[in-house]
């Protein structure tokens, strides 16, 4: 790990400016992707700002309705939390299928959207790797490829997102709510949060320089049959092969987003006007322009027939 300087703050504005005053500085929180990336020296930042003192580690409730999470909140609080459990089943359910318990009792609720790929390549810092180093090269797209995104890829980045938690916010339309280094806030809803690679995979967020996750809300409660289903290669600590986070309503509408599949929670609003024709119509218009490799060409059947089996069951459960 390579020296860094660090310091604690006491507000959002005065975490923000902190990072925008020293070149190279980084937020950190429960540090649980931050600091293994530094050990490996694919993160090197030369300040660290320590935000888990400025307070934002309540959920409360909105004058609409919703639910606001404070970017502060543990993982492990968040999934156990009665209203969450009561009205956002799909994302309790999310945040029980990611990590480890260890790691759910620090992992923060900002830290989970912004935490950075596991593609082997990116770990890898003698493989190019575009998101590691800008203009390098892909190794993944003619290397070892059967995790990767199949969704919204680029001829620069085949990488997945690995959060859970951010396929259930995609699917409950969260709002992003930040402060910028200048003291403004900002909402940015979670369907522009997370970005493609295009031809600039290491930009992965909508994020400024220097801004700053302070809470994430949730709409009013919708009802419906929540549901959240994690493929994956072992039955613990492991990200998703493929994973359906829906929500079916009575009159068998509903909503529909996937991880696993691309570089950000994947939901196709369009898709979902075709919940009553059945999950085959869904997942046709859900993947098309799917882009394969020879590895992951396994991921589209594996998508489908997950699809069928969770809108199955949420339909006999509604």
């Given at each position: 790990?390579?020296?860094?300087?660090?310091?604690?703050?006491?507000?959002?504005a005065q975490a923000a400016a902190a990072v925008m005053a020293k070149p190279g500085?980084?937020?950190?929180?429960?540090?649980?992707?931050?600091?293994?990336?530094m050990k490996l020296q694919i993160e090197t930042p030369l300040h660290l700002v320590?935000?888990?003192?400025?307070?934002?580690?309540?959920?409360?409730?909105?004058?609409?309705?919703?639910?606001?999470?404070?970017?502060?909140?543990?993982?492990?609080?968040?999934?156990?939390?009665?209203?969450?459990?009561?009205?956002?089943?799909?994302?309790?359910?999310?945040?029980?299928?990611?990590?480890?318990?260890?790691?759910?009792?620090?992992?923060?609720?900002?830290?989970?959207?912004?935490?950075?790929?596991?593609?082997?390549?990116?770990?890898?810092?003698?493989?190019?790797?575009?998101?590691?180093?800008?203009?390098?090269?892909?190794?993944?797209?003619?290397?070892?490829?059967?995790?990767?995104?199949?969704?919204?890829?680029?001829?620069?980045?085949?990488?997945?997102?690995?959060?859970?938690?951010?396929?259930?916010?995609?699917?409950?339309?969260?709002?992003?709510?930040?402060?910028?280094?200048?003291?403004?806030?900002?909402?940015?809803?979670?369907?522009?949060?997370?970005?493609?690679?295009?031809?600039?995979?290491?930009?992965?967020?909508?994020?400024?320089?220097?801004?700053?996750?302070?809470?994430?809300?949730?709409?009013?409660?919708?009802?419906?049959?929540?549901?959240?289903?994690?493929?994956?290669?072992?039955?613990?600590?492991?990200?998703?092969?493929?994973?359906?986070?829906?929500?079916?309503?009575?009159?068998?509408?509903?909503?529909?987003?996937?991880?696993?599949?691309?570089?950000?929670?994947?939901?196709?609003?369009?898709?979902?006007?075709?919940?009553?024709?059945?999950?085959?119509?869904?997942?046709?218009?859900?993947?098309?322009?799917?882009?394969?490799?020879?590895?992951?060409?396994?991921?589209?059947?594996?998508?489908?027939?997950?699809?069928?089996s969770v809108l199955q069951q949420a339909r006999s459960a509604v």
């Amino acid at each position: 790990m390579k020296p860094f300087s660090y310091e604690r703050v006491s507000s959002p504005a005065q975490a923000a400016a902190a990072v925008m005053a020293k070149p190279g500085a980084k937020f950190i929180a429960g540090g649980t992707n931050l600091l293994d990336l530094m050990k490996l020296q694919i993160e090197t930042p030369l300040h660290l700002v320590d935000v888990s003192g400025i307070g934002l580690d309540k959920i409360e409730p909105t004058s609409e309705g919703g639910l606001r999470i404070g970017a502060l909140v543990r993982n492990a609080d968040l999934a156990t939390d009665a209203r969450v459990r009561r009205d956002y089943g799909v994302l309790a359910r999310a945040l029980v299928a990611g990590a480890s318990g260890q790691l759910r009792n620090m992992a923060t609720t900002a830290g989970n959207l912004l935490q950075r790929t596991r593609c082997p390549y990116f770990y890898d810092t003698n493989m190019a790797c575009n998101k590691r180093v800008p203009g390098s090269g892909c190794s993944a797209l003619g290397g070892f490829s059967r995790q990767h995104a199949v969704m919204g890829v680029s001829d620069a980045c085949i990488a997945t997102h690995p959060s859970d938690m951010a396929v259930a916010m995609r699917v409950l339309d969260a709002t992003v709510e930040t402060t910028r280094a200048d003291g403004r806030s900002r909402v940015i809803p979670i369907a522009e949060f997370h970005r493609l690679p295009g031809n600039t995979p290491h930009i992965e967020t909508a994020l400024e320089p220097g801004e700053l996750i302070t809470s994430v809300s949730l709409p009013r409660p919708i009802g419906g049959t929540q549901v959240y289903h994690k493929v994956r290669d072992r039955a613990s600590y492991a990200f998703a092969l493929v994973s359906v986070a829906a929500i079916v309503q009575r009159d068998g509408t509903g909503r529909v987003a996937l991880g696993g599949m691309a570089h950000k929670p994947w939901r196709v609003e369009a898709a979902e006007a075709e919940m009553r024709r059945g999950s085959k119509a869904v997942a046709a218009r859900l993947l098309s322009g799917a882009r394969t490799t020879h590895e992951n060409e396994f991921k589209l059947p594996l998508a489908e027939r997950t699809l069928a089996s969770v809108l199955q069951q949420a339909r006999s459960a509604v």
